[in-house]
């Protein structure tokens, strides 16, 4: 049980993580870059901010009795220009985020082994987290690639800094070995 409940720690910790960046992401830019396309086949920083939400929304609202895709949701519409200011698009993106956090905290550890349904394919609870693991950070690796094109100014690195690897690990390397989580040291950096 407690591996069970290390990682829905984890998991909290590496969705945190992940909305800090997309946020500081979104910080570097100038209000109106947050809604540029380069051509129809590319989403503005926006339309991918409302496609996740949209996903949240379906997938974390009545996590564990309902199927994950709502039938109210218009995946379509997500990836149109709905949003039209940074103030709205940043309530957005927090409501999106508040619904898998209430999601997340509300399980118990011998909950990730029961099966949810997403569009009538079973998944574990466990299987289900993974799966918005590895969806959210890639739309938010999108965001983060698309502000560093659009950034008018110089980019403030959010991991590692270009050519900077070397006095990066000769800090970590200089202290004593412990058992954390990666993303406890780059959480205080980034809040």
Known sequence: ???????????KKQ???YK???????????????????????????????????????????FLTTDGEKEWRNRDSEFENILKTKPELIAHWE??????????????????????YIRNEGHTVLE??????????????????????????????LSIPKNKSNLYNSDKFSKEKSIKNFTDDELKKLQ
């Open 128 to 157: 289900a987290i993974n799966r918005q693991l590895a969806h959210y950070p890639y739309h938010i690796g999108q965001m983060v690639f698309y502000a560093k094109m659009l950034k008018k100014t110089e980019w403030e690195s």
């Open 1 to 11: 049980m407690e591996t069970k409940t290390n990682y829905l720690e984890s998991v």
């Open 20 to 62: 800090t960046l997309g946020e500081k992401a979104m910080n570097q830019l100038e209000p109106e870059q947050l809604f540029i396309s380069v051509n129809e086949d590319t989403n503005s920083i926006a339309v991918i901010v409302n496609h996740l939400v949209g996903n949240m929304l379906s997938r974390w609202t009545a």
């Open 95 to 116: 409501k999106g985020w508040q619904c898998l956090f209430e999601a997340l905290q509300s399980l118990r550890p011998e909950q990730l082994d029961e099966i949810i």
């Open 15 to 17: 969705f945190l993580y």
